[in-house]
């Protein structure tokens, strides 16, 4: 498995200082991850392209864009094309995932496919080799602070399985609840990329705790 990323979650930050809050991890984080709610696939609402370019002009972090949206295929491409290193969007609001996933690369990012807490895993497997990145949320979609379900590692161990056996290049990200302690049994169910709000941006030291969480998950 590969070094693990550590991908710091904005949603927990002060909106009315993003720019400083994206350089308090930008030391220490792997990528940047971005929130986007739309309050129609999820009840909440974040920000959306114009926030996610503006933010783009002032760092340097590859971003890692989650659209919780309706409608990603209307809408994710230009988030590639904004510049997003890697743009995820959600297989329950998409019905042809593959060819979405097909229009991100030809538009320069990587594509991540998002599994939310109450999707089997199984019927996406044979997808994975069109994908970059399968993010399996370790919540319900949709907020911020709620605590980690460890029932749904088990979709990561099934994941990792099918990975290994296939020989593919994919990362298995984990969203929601992930803090000191919980990252270790989700870098254990084979989790390779670790996306944190509360846990970075409620520390004192942001970029510390990035760095800390880093190394729970190398262990
Ligand atoms: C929630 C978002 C998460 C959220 C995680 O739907 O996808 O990225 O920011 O927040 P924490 O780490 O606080 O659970
Ligand atoms: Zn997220």
């Known amino acids: 498995m590969t ?5 710091p979650s904005i949603l927990a930050a002060d909106f009315a200082h993003l720019a400083d809050e994206v350089r308090a991890v930008q030391p220490s984080a792997d990528w940047l991850h971005v929130d986007v709610m739309d309050n ?5 609402l974040t920000i959306g392209l114009p926030v996610v370019q503006s933010l783009l002009a002032v760092s340097s972090l590859p971003f890692d864009v989650h659209l919780m949206i309706t409608e990603p295929r209307r809408w994710a491409p230009a988030y590639a094309d904004a510049g997003a290193y890697n743009v995820t969007f959600h297989a ?17 990012a990587k594509a991540g496919l998002a599994i939310d807490r109450d999707t089997p895993i199984e019927p ?11 993010l399996i949320m370790t919540i319900k ?10 029932e749904l590692l088990d979709k990561v161990r099934t994941a990792r399985r099918h990975v290994a056996a296939g020989h593919l ?9 992930i803090a000191a302690d919980t990252i270790e049994q989700a870098a254990a169910a084979g989790a390779d990329a670790f996306v944190a709000g509360t846990a970075v941006y409620g520390a004192e030291d942001p970029a510390e705790a990035v760095r800390r969480l880093r190394g729970l998950a190398e262990r």
Request: aromatic content about 8%.
């Open 92 to 108: 329950e609001a998409c019905d042809n995932p593959v060819a979405l996933a097909k229009d991100l690369r030809s538009a320069g």
């Open 124 to 134: 996406y497997l044979d997808l994975l080799p069109s994908f970059d990145t399968l």
């Open 169 to 177: 290049e994919l990362r298995i990200e984990v969203d929601g609840g």
């Open 141 to 150: 979609a949709g907020f911020g602070g709620q605590r980690f379900i460890p």
């Open 40 to 44: 129609h696939f999820v009840p909440n």
């Open 3 to 7: 070094a693990p990323i550590v991908a």
